[in-house]
């Protein structure tokens, strides 16, 4: 079909074509691939559905499923995290995209089921946060007749299902259809893979899923390092403040926690934790972070910034006690870390694209990022393409996996083997010229390993 995809401007896929090249010279995990598949095309016969940040990273990726044999087509996940370029080299290659950056929320879920509309229908899913995977499940629950609820936040709440709705009428049974043809889906991120494993524990899950986030080289990588390099960044786009010297609150130390306020103290803030976990707070600490309650030090600090994926964890009675120009952001997966809702009828007055400043009842204002969203994807252009490689080598490994393997999978949540992990960090070091030492025999046997892997066991943490 000619012209199927709605991007920003077509026009910008000469610039984003530029950027393209300069990323696949730091994307060598998935150039590699595409040299070792580039012939044998595994994906042939593929249809993946993609629904992940439309960023120029995931054009790159896009690229390497289509090198592989895959039909793709592609929507963003979140409304304000695509670059209009990359979305456009995309749609000029031929493979249809769906996505602009600040997309209204009633767009992200048409576009997503635009995604959807091969001629054949979709076999595969590739997920980033669940909606894609959700889309088709609480479609399928409506079509029998059940309740859909959960989804993040009321107001999303009410516009998938008005989505769904709209669907059901033009098509009917196209969800159920849909859920049946689904070979399996590889989801990329923590908050998405929560969804899944719940779906499992509630007898739910309809299709086989690989957890790409639980890969070490994603999760310790791309959370970790890639937030210390994209979170400051998101801030210094946004607001140009002066980071040295303030006082900032990462509320989460998880890998995301970790690698943000490492990114804050890089920077030269004074960084402060909150923790649920007594182990992670232990690790705060003894890593140099004083762990506080948000209570006692929401008058005084100057940034915060949610990271836990979990809801209600910047309340509108926190926001009140902040002194006049906090910052307030999340780089956790949605938006309900922040009661951004509860703000609706305050004074808020538009800085520029995805900065707001908003008048608090008692005179003070404060500044908010990407309305809550994840602002290092909002604010900023997200991770480097070096650790996106790390995550998306991951993604296309699964992807093959999930095509050519597929009835050596119940519907379960699986991992990766940790031979691929580590061939996927091992395709990352000659970039950065790192140089590996070799176990002679007798040392492999000793430690009680191969001499060519896997040097560890499964229950090792990193
Ligand atoms: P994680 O599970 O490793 O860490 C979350 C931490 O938050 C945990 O240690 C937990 O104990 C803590 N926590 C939960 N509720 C809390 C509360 N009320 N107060 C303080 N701490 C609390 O998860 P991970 O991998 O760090 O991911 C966090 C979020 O970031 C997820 O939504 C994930 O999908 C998202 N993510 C975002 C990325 C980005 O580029 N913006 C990249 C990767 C993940």
């Given at each position: 079909?000619?012209?199927?995809?709605?991007?920003?401007?077509?026009?910008?896929?000469?610039?984003?074509?530029?950027?393209?090249?300069?990323?696949?010279?730091?994307?060598?995990?998935?150039?590699?691939?595409?040299?070792?598949?580039?012939?044998s095309?595994p994906l042939k016969g593929a249809r993946i559905?993609?629904?992940?940040?439309?960023?120029?990273?995931?054009?790159?990726?896009?690229?390497?499923?289509?090198?592989?044999g895959a039909?793709?087509?592609?929507?963003?996940?979140?409304?304000?995290?695509?670059?209009?370029?990359?979305?456009?080299?995309?749609?000029?290659?031929?493979?249809?995209?769906?996505?602009?950056?600040?997309?209204?929320?009633?767009?992200?879920?048409?576009?997503?089921?635009?995604?959807?509309?091969?001629?054949?229908?979709p076999n595969l899913i590739?997920?980033?946060?669940?909606?894609?995977?959700?889309?088709?499940?609480?479609?399928?629950?409506?079509?029998?007749?059940?309740?859909?609820?959960?989804?993040?936040?009321?107001?999303?709440?009410?516009?998938?299902?008005?989505?769904?709705?709209?669907?059901?009428?033009?098509?009917?049974?196209?969800?159920?259809?849909?859920r049946d043809q689904i070979k399996g889906v590889s989801?990329?991120?923590?908050?998405?893979?929560?969804?899944?494993?719940?779906?499992k524990?509630?007898?739910?899950l309809p299709f086989p899923a690989i957890n790409?986030?639980?890969?070490?080289?994603?999760?310790?990588?791309?959370?970790?390092?890639?937030?210390?390099?994209?979170?400051?960044?998101?801030?210094?786009?946004?607001?140009?403040?002066?980071?040295?010297?303030?006082?900032?609150?990462?509320?989460?130390?998880?890998?995301?926690?970790?690698?943000?306020?490492?990114?804050?103290?890089?920077?030269?803030?004074?960084?402060?934790?909150?923790?649920?976990?007594?182990?992670?707070?232990?690790?705060?600490?003894?890593?140099?972070?004083?762990?506080?309650?948000?209570?006692?030090?929401?008058?005084?600090?100057?940034?915060?910034?949610?990271?836990?994926?979990?809801?209600?964890?910047?309340?509108?009675?926190?926001?009140?006690?902040?002194?006049?120009?906090?910052?307030?952001?999340?780089?956790?997966?949605?938006?309900?870390?922040?009661?951004?809702?509860?703000?609706?009828?305050?004074?808020?007055?538009?800085?520029?694209?995805?900065?707001?400043?908003?008048?608090?009842?008692?005179?003070?204002?404060?500044?908010?990022?990407?309305?809550?969203?994840?602002?290092?994807?909002?604010?900023?252009?997200?991770?480097?393409?070096?650790?996106?490689?790390?995550?998306?080598?991951?993604?296309?490994l699964a992807q093959i996996e999930l095509w050519e393997n597929t009835d050596k999978y119940t519907n379960d949540v699986y991992i990766l083997p940790?031979?691929l992990?580590?061939?996927?960090?091992?395709?990352?070091?000659?970039?950065?010229?790192?140089?590996?030492?070799?176990?002679?025999?007798?040392?492999?046997?000793?430690?009680?390993?191969?001499?060519?892997?896997?040097?560890?066991?499964?229950?090792?943490?990193?």
């Amino acid at each position: 079909m000619a012209n199927d995809y709605i991007v920003k401007d077509i026009n910008l896929a000469a610039y984003g074509r530029k950027e393209l090249d300069i990323a696949e010279t730091e994307m060598p995990g998935l150039m590699a691939l595409r040299d070792e598949y580039g012939e044998s095309k595994p994906l042939k016969g593929a249809r993946i559905v993609g629904s992940l940040h439309m960023t120029v990273q995931t054009a790159v990726l896009i690229e390497t499923l289509v090198a592989l044999g895959a039909d793709v087509r592609w929507a963003s996940c979140n409304i304000f995290s695509t670059q209009d370029h990359a979305a456009a080299v995309i749609a000029e290659s031929g493979v249809p995209v769906f996505a602009i950056k600040g997309q209204s929320l009633e767009e992200h879920w048409d576009y997503l089921d635009k995604s959807f509309m091969f001629e054949e229908g979709p076999n595969l899913i590739l997920d980033d946060g669940g909606d894609a995977t959700l889309y088709i499940l609480l479609g399928a629950r409506a079509e029998a007749g059940e309740d859909i609820i959960a989804v993040p936040t009321s107001e999303e709440e009410e516009v998938i299902k008005a989505q769904i709705k709209k669907r059901m009428e033009a098509s009917p049974g196209w969800f159920t259809k849909m859920r049946d043809q689904i070979k399996g889906v590889s989801e990329e991120t923590t908050t998405g893979v929560h969804r899944l494993y719940d779906l499992k524990k509630q007898g739910q899950l309809p299709f086989p899923a690989i957890n790409v986030n639980d890969s070490v080289t994603k999760s310790k990588f791309d959370n970790k390092y890639g937030c210390k390099e994209s979170l400051v960044d998101g801030i210094r786009r946004a607001t140009d403040t002066m980071m040295a010297g303030k006082v900032a609150v990462v509320m989460g130390y998880g890998d995301v926690g970790k690698g943000s306020a490492a990114s804050l103290a890089g920077a030269g803030a004074r960084v402060k934790v909150t923790e649920v976990d007594p182990i992670c707070a232990l690790q705060a600490a003894m890593d140099g972070f004083e762990v506080v309650l948000l209570e006692d030090v929401v008058g005084t600090a100057d940034i915060f910034i949610t990271t836990t994926g979990n809801k209600d964890v910047i309340r509108i009675e926190h926001m009140r006690e902040m002194k006049d120009m906090a910052i307030v952001g999340n780089i956790g997966h949605f938006d309900n870390e922040i009661q951004v809702a509860s703000l609706k009828n305050h004074k808020w007055t538009n800085v520029k694209e995805q900065v707001d400043m908003i008048e608090m009842p008692n005179g003070n204002r404060l500044i908010l990022l990407s309305e809550g969203r994840l602002l290092n994807l909002g604010n900023a252009t997200g991770h480097p393409s070096f650790v996106m490689s790390a995550s998306f080598t991951n993604q296309v490994l699964a992807q093959i996996e999930l095509w050519e393997n597929t009835d050596k999978y119940t519907n379960d949540v699986y991992i990766l083997p940790k031979h691929l992990d580590e061939k996927v960090a091992r395709l990352h070091l000659d970039r950065i010229g790192v140089k590996l030492s070799k176990l002679d025999p007798e040392q492999a046997s000793y430690i009680g390993v191969s001499p060519d892997g896997p040097f560890k066991p499964e229950h090792y943490r990193y």
